[in-house]
Each structure stands twice: as structure tokens, then as C-alpha cells.
């Protein structure tokens, strides 16, 4: 027995009085309203309605269970539109991770920027360089550099990065600029170890051919944050996201290398565990980054929406 359809059945039935009027409310046929209350009374073993060739009539019994009845379906079609409403509406806490960096520099701004417009949502951010599982660990959404990690889950690109070879000026005074890849083997370069190449530097030059070069030096790591740190402190040249040194290179503290030549590219991806049933707050604050991260105000070549060619991690 369905005990939702019965419930439904027997309380049309009292509010109509007549159980093919109520039929013609639900859609359904007489015979299967008088089976659903039947089913009903079988299931209580108690008979709720009396019923005579000219009129139907809630017995006692038939009237406490209405009372209670009709309760019961109000609250769930209230608790039905409640959930419906959060369909629509962003509102609940939203769950996410994201790389250190990335999450402080820009993603912690857009994220005041989303609230301030969407009270209802509340965040919940962990920040980490490590592959987190994002199904196992309960999180709503992953931004993510590069690779997207399982297949079973879903991306939508919002935004793009670029890996920046650049120096301090104190380097090159010291050192001179290298003027091709090749030249790099000769200088001392700051490894990043999480890099898929890691001692192999590849780029690609005007006409379109990869360009890659060996590269050793006085320090490796595996946090951008520190290479590009050092590299502001003269130690040598790294091979940096765009988003991590546009500030340096605005502020003077690094220089770009090697004009005409690209590092490698890739997307910058909101992950999430399926396309079905995607909440509003998920939903909205997505379209909200992909608006936001259109044009990356971390982009040096100002070309943000040419395809990836490989994928940095940071």
C-alpha cells in the first residue's frame, strides 16, 4: 500500500463527499480512490467512513484519523515547498575547497562579494593543496587549478591561468635575462615540485611550437607561495601562476622573461559531484565566479580566453 496516496485518497473523499468527485480531483479512477481507502482501513483495521447509496459519513474513529490526516499532508507539502523553494532561491551553507592561494587572493573576495548579495548563504571554506576527495568529505564544491581530479565528477571552466617565468630585478643585474628557453639550463631556476614536468620547462613560442628546457637550481618546494617569494628575494627564476605573481610584477618586486615565448595554460574549474538536483547556492555562486573570473584581473597577457594548452597545478 502506498501509504502517501491513501492518506491523499481518504482525505479528498471527506472533503468532497463522494468518492467520485474525489476521483475527478486526483486524476484518478473511482475504483482506485475506494481501493486506496480500503487498502487504508485494512491497513488501521478500522473502518474510518460510513458509507450508504446516498451519503458517505466519518465515523469516530474516521474523524480523529481526518484531524490528524490533514495535518500531516500540510506539513509536507509545506516541507515539499520549503525544498523547492531552496531549488530556487540560494540560501544554506555551502560547503567548499580550494587551493591556499588561489582561495585567499581571489576567491575570498568574490566570496564577500557573493554574501553580500545573498544573505541566506552561509560558507564553509577549507583551504588546502591537497587532493580532497570531495564526494567522502561532504563538500558542495571544489575550485580547482588544472585537473579536475575523478572523472565522476563534473566541471565548469570559469576562468584561466598561465605559468609566468619571472626574476627580480636584483637577479638580473646580477645574471643578466635569459633570452630563450635553452637559456635557462645556464641560470638558477626554483624548482616547484608538484609541477606534472617538475626539472622540464616547456613553452611554446610564437610560431607555436613547444620549446623545453632542463632546469636545476638552489631551491624546490612545493608551495608557489615560497618559489615566488624567493624569486622576489633574488634567489633566482621561477616558473610561476599568473594569479600568484601579477602583484609582484605589478609592484616591481619581479620581471616577466622570455617575451614571445608562453608557459604552459590550462582551466580553472568549479567542481561539484553531479549535474542532477544542483542546488540554487551551488548554482548561483558558479555563475557568479564564471562572471567574475571572465576577465582574470591576475592575467598579464590580457588574452585570458584562449584555450588551454596544459594544465599547472597550484
Known amino acids: 500500500m502506498d501509504r502517501f496516496l491513501a492518506l491523499t485518497a481518504f482525505a ?3 472533503e468532497q463527499g463522494s468518492f467520485a468527485r474525489a476521483a475527478d480531483k486526483l486524476g484518478i479512477s473511482t475504483s482506485a480512490v475506494s481501493r486506496h481507502v480500503a487498502d487504508l482501513e485494512t491497513h488501521l483495521s478500522v473502518r474510518l467512513l460510513n458509507r450508504t447509496t446516498r451519503r458517505l459519513s466519518l465515523t469516530e474513529s474516521g474523524q480523529a484519523f481526518y484531524e490528524r490526516c490533514v495535518q500531516l499532508l500540510a506539513d509536507l507539502d509545506e516541507a515539499e515547498g520549503s525544498v523547492r523553494a531552496a531549488t530556487l532561491v540560494p540560501r544554506g551553507t555551502l560547503r567548499l575547497t580550494c587551493a591556499i592561494t588561489f582561495g585567499i587572493r581571489h576567491l575570498a573576495p568574490a566570496i564577500a562579494a557573493f554574501g553580500a548579495a545573498h544573505r541566506e548563504v552561509s560558507f564553509e571554506i577549507e583551504l588546502s593543496d591537497r587532493a580532497v576527495d570531495i564526494v567522502d568529505e561532504g563538500f558542495d564544491l571544489a575550485i580547482r587549478i588544472g585537473g579536475i581530479g575523478s572523472q565522476a565528477l563534473v566541471a565548469r571552466r570559469i576562468g584561466t591561468t598561465e605559468l609566468v617565468c ?3 630585478p636584483s637577479y638580473l643585474a646580477r645574471h643578466g635575462a635569459p633570452r630563450t628557453p635553452e637559456e635557462l639550463s645556464a641560470h ?3 624548482v616547484y615540485d608538484y609541477l606534472a614536468t617538475r626539472d622540464l620547462w616547456r613553452f611554446t613560442d610564437a610560431a607555436g611550437a ?3 628546457v632542463r632546469v636545476r637550481g638552489p631551491a624546490r618546494s612545493n608551495n608557489g607561495q615560497m618559489l615566488t617569494a624567493l624569486a622576489a628575494a633574488g634567489l633566482g627564476i621561477s ?7 601579477a602583484p609582484h610584477v605589478a609592484a616591481g618586486r619581479l620581471v616577466p622573461l622570455l617575451p614571445g615565448y608562453r608557459g604552459p595554460a590550462g582551466p580553472i574549474n568549479a567542481v561539484y559531484p553531479s549535474r542532477r538536483h544542483l542546488s540554487a547556492k551551488v548554482r548561483s555562486f558558479i555563475d557568479f565566479l564564471a562572471a567574475r573570473f571572465a576577465t582574470p584581473e591576475w ?3 590580457g588574452d585570458a580566453t584562449d584555450p588551454p594548452r596544459r594544465r ?3
Not at 616558473?239 to 605573481?245: M, N, Q, S
Open 239 to 245: 616558473l610561476e601562476p599568473d594569479f600568484i605573481v
Open 188 to 190: 638558477a631556476c626554483l
Open 12 to 14: 479528498k473523499v471527506v
Open 166 to 168: 619571472v626574476t627580480a
Open 312 to 314: 599547472p597545478r597550484r
Open 210 to 212: 613547444e620549446r623545453a
Open 299 to 301: 592575467s598579464l597577457n
